[in-house]
């Protein structure tokens, strides 16, 4: 399946190509042509947290797939041209809605086109630097992470799309994956550091850890604004996502490092319905202690954070 975004990301569109429809059954072989995809349907203002209904109707043909061939049937995220696979392997965070907000920060940011040398730490499935890469020209282009299968996704997507390497327009030189807590295992320095990851939010059920211990979201934060410096040029400039969930643990690192907010580049409200987050308990927590936002019960979302990119300066 292939899901693509418009580029305020007001709209998810999706596609199943015609070799896997007629594999389910659903369409015959005569109907299709080699390569084609058919819009299954498309959802207005999508969330954080799927729609449930909508989406499972619509993917319900990549659940079957992936049931019986589970190592051959990826999702694809597009996003202003931008394609990147993902898998499902285990702790490999997929391109959503909150990785989307902050590419529509990189598309306001004056930083992408000048840097030369560029990490994306958390990196995912390497959306956030795959996109910086194909709208800036650096040299360098590392992806980190402190899940080896996340930097697995990010080797196979460029061995699938190259992203442009070979063009003659494009300096990039070398393109690293490094695996790392935090800058626990970065060694140079860059232009621009990339971070669309914390805090996320935890699933309470699965967790066998009291409220008040789970939600560590913010200590990786915490760590990002302090260590950030090391690893910035002199100019250098970090573009950071974060809910709302970690307004707080921000802004008192950012006042404790001396990180500057220059720009706020990108904003948006993600819902969540109160069975996604797993406990009414750590519901109650997280609106008491982080900051969740409690939405009107005639909603079909129940709360919902607020997802914001920054461009931050140390200087």
Excluded at 6 to 22: C, H, R, T
Excluded at 31 to 52: R, T
Excluded at 269 to 291: I, M, P
Excluded at 294 to 301: E, V
């Amino acid at each position: 399946m292939r899901i693509e975004y418009a580029k305020d990301i007001s709209k998810q569109k999706f596609y199943e190509s015609g070799e896997n429809l007629v594999k389910l059954g659903l369409l015959k072989p005569s109907a299709v042509k080699p390569g084609q995809e058919f819009l299954l349907g498309e959802i207005e203002n999508p969330s954080a947290a799927w729609d449930k209904t909508k989406i499972s109707a619509l993917s319900m043909g990549d659940i079957i797939s992936f049931l019986f061939n589970p190592k051959k049937i990826p999702v694809t995220s597009e996003y202003d041209g931008v394609k990147n696979e993902w898998y499902g392997l285990s702790g490999t965070w997929p391109c959503t809605i909150d990785t989307l907000v902050h590419l529509v920060g990189q598309r306001e940011s004056e930083s992408i086109p000048k840097a030369e040398k560029i990490l994306d730490l958390c990196c995912g499935t390497g959306m956030v630097g795959v996109y910086a890469l194909n709208k800036g020209n650096p040299i360098q282009l590392d992806f980190a992470d402190i899940e080896p299968n996340a930097l697995r996704s990010v080797v196979g997507n460029f061995l699938k799309y190259s992203y442009d390497l070979n063009s003659v327009d494009k300096k990039i030189k070398k393109v690293s994956q490094i695996v790392t807590d935090g800058f626990s295992n970065i060694k140079g320095k860059y232009d621009l550091i990339l971070v669309s990851a914390p805090p996320a939010i935890p699933i309470y059920p699965l967790l066998d850890r009291p409220v008040n211990l789970l939600f560590d979201g913010t200590e990786l934060l915490e760590r990002i604004l302090r260590d950030a410096p090391e690893h910035l040029n002199k100019e250098g400039k970090m573009i950071l996502s974060h809910t709302g969930l970690g307004n707080k643990a921000f802004d008192e690192a950012s006042k404790k490092y001396g990180a500057k907010v220059d720009r706020i580049l990108s904003q948006r409200e993600n819902a969540f319905r109160t069975e996604f987050l797993g406990s009414q308990e750590w519901v109650d927590y997280l609106v008491k202690e982080h900051g969740l936002i409690s939405k009107p019960q005639n909603s079909s979302y129940n709360y919902g954070h607020i997802v914001t990119t920054k461009e931050i300066s140390y200087n």
